[in-house]
């Protein structure tokens, strides 16, 4: 099993990201995926959850109406576009399968 982050960066408040999480060696339409986040000194949060068929999703109260979790099962993998950052946003965001599989997450950087 593989969960491989990609698209974060540094972006000033206001700017927008889109993170990717690509899966291999699973069924991935089978599973549920989530993006979640750590900050410094902070423990891991949910950020998003999206079922299996990508029917149903899920949000933090902190990034409700600015953050939308979506996925694409016929290229394995699950997106987090990110818009309106702000600077509470930074962090380190891992996807992770409802079986227990984590990515090794990307850095979001928000400063101006």
Same mark, same amino acid.
């Given at each position: 099993?593989?969960?491989?982050?990609?698209? =974060?960066?540094?972006?000033?408040?206001?700017?927008?990201? @889109? /993170?990717?999480?690509?899966?291999?060696?699973?069924?991935?339409?089978?599973?549920?995926?989530?993006?979640?986040?750590?900050? *410094?000194?902070?423990? @891991?949060? /949910?950020?998003?959850?999206?079922?299996?068929?990508? =029917?149903?999703?899920? #949000?933090?109260?902190?990034?409700? =109406? @600015?953050?939308?979790?979506? @996925?694409?099962?016929?290229?394995? %993998? +699950?997106?987090?576009?990110?818009?309106? /950052?702000? *600077?509470?946003? %930074?962090? +380190? #965001? #891992?996807?992770?399968?409802?079986? =227990?599989?984590?990515?090794?997450? %990307?850095? +979001?950087?928000?400063?101006?």
């Amino acid at each position: 099993v593989q969960l491989v982050e990609s698209g =974060g960066g540094s972006v000033q408040p206001g700017g927008s990201l @889109r /993170l990717s999480c690509a899966a291999s060696g699973f069924a991935f339409s089978h599973y549920s995926m989530s993006w979640n986040r750590q900050a *410094p000194g902070k423990e @891991r949060e /949910l950020v998003a959850f999206i079922t299996s068929g990508g =029917g149903s999703t899920n #949000y933090a109260d902190s990034v409700k =109406g @600015r953050f939308t979790i979506s @996925r694409d099962n016929a290229e394995n %993998t +699950v997106y987090l576009e990110m818009n309106n /950052l702000k *600077p509470e946003d %930074t962090a +380190v #965001y #891992y996807c992770r399968s409802s079986h =227990g599989y984590w990515g090794q997450g %990307t850095q +979001v950087t928000v400063s101006s």
